[in-house]
């Protein structure tokens, strides 16, 4: 399988920036697509954003025109730009793998990363 480890996460006004970036390391052959899920609290986990190994996109109404999911292959990392930020981003985001590992579907999470945005 493979590990993924967050960062980027933190305090930003309504209106800022951040960029989170998810590093992968072990079994990176055998990923399908990565995405971005987030968890705010009293919540359930929601899709924020995934791309594919052939990099389509897709995201939820919510991001859509503020966030940006992009890969650089070369150093096994997926980013998620995120613009424009309102209160109700505040969460707690997770990066996600799905893969396969001899015939055997996988879900891979990371720790973590807070964002909160501050009115």
């Known amino acids: 399988q493979v590990q993924l480890v967050e960062s980027g996460g933190g305090l930003v006004q309504a209106g800022g920036s951040l960029r989170l970036s998810c590093a992968a390391s072990g079994s990176i052959s055998s990923i399908n697509a990565m995405g971005w899920y987030r968890q705010a609290p009293g919540k359930q986990r929601e899709l924020v954003a995934t791309?594919?190994?052939?990099?389509?996109?897709n995201y939820a109404d919510s991001v859509k025109g503020r966030f940006t999911i992009s890969r650089d292959n070369a150093k096994n990392t997926v980013y998620l730009e995120m613009n424009s930020l309102k209160p109700e981003d505040t969460a707690v985001y997770y990066c996600?793998?799905?893969?396969?590992?001899?015939?055997?579907?996988?879900?891979?999470w990371g720790q973590g990363t807070q964002v909160t945005v501050s009115s």
């Open positions: 791309i594919t190994r052939g990099g389509s996109t």
């Open positions: 996600n793998a799905d893969g396969v590992v001899v015939f055997i579907n996988y879900k891979a």
